[in-house]
């Protein structure tokens, strides 16, 4: 008989898989050919995929993965190892929360702006958490504030909380509620420390920050999900020097800003690049300070190619 779980984790062959029937974690492994390998992916099953298995040895609890189902959308990251392969993320995500530190480590704002285009180019809506707001002055977080209102415009939802010391997440937890949430960011920013605060019973392992080198440790190796509450999963990630792929075309790349993109029928030309030609619409609002200076050379770098992963 066919049953329906959700991957909870992946361990290279071996799969966490959460039945639906009952929520039973079992250890699965696939079986046989999937048409989703014609995909060019280092691994075929990933965090977040729907699939059907059948019973493989009931006192072990084994179970054999025997098809995948077809995916509302999914993450995909360039391979470490192939190039030619990607590797996937997570898949069926309602929202990628990003992790980001001003301080200790320090997220630039480059990399901010790579994550949500990686984000739009997945048609994932994307949301902004600024952690460790303990560790800031009244000057660096009234530069968050602002840096929260200037994504907040441009339709990302952003909060400013401290995992460690705010007395509640209230706001957080609202916007995780029955949805299925990638947590994504730099290593040590506090991915899995804001886990284990919204959920106390998993005592996930943390640890501090390099102070030599200003950088996290890598302490998650693998992506995990849990279930913090029925039908809200999270799923805790290992730090991240970027996102996500991306081959995006670079004519594409402005189509993924958003305050570029309801501008692009205004330049003169149909091909604008956006960085020197006459009558552009998107170089009229950099001038005039209604496109952000850092989004707009988030921009550039990413147009130029240029590696922006710091
Ligand atoms: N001051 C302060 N420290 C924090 C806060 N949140 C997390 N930390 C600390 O930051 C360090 C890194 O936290 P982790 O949760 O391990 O970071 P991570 O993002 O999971 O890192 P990786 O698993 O390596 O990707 C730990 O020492 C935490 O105690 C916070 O809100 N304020
Ligand atoms: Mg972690
Ligand atoms: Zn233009």
Known sequence: MEFRGLIMRS?????DVRSETNGELLKGRLRGKHKLLQLKVTNPVTVGDYVHYVMENISERTVAITEILDRDNYIVRKSPHKTAHAHLLAANLDQALLVATLVFPR???GFIDRFLVSAESFRIPAVIVFNKSDLLNQEGLGYQTELCQLYEKLGYTCIQISAEHDPDLNALE??????KTLISGHSGVGKSTLVNRLSPGLRLRTSEVSKFANKG????TFAEMFEIRQNTFIIDTPGIKELGLA???PEEISHYFPEMRELLNNCRYHNCSH????GCAVLAKV???Q???SRYQGYLSMLSGQDNRR
Do not use: F
């Open 11 to 15: 361990t290279g062959s071996w799969y």
């Open 107 to 109: 997220t630039s704002l």
């Open 174 to 179: 609202n916007l995780l509620s029955n949805r």
């Open 217 to 220: 440790v890598h302490t998650t």
């Open 247 to 249: 081959d995006i075309a």
């Open 275 to 278: 960085t020197s030609e006459p």
């Open 287 to 289: 001038e005039n300070g």
């Open 291 to 293: 496109i952000a200076l």
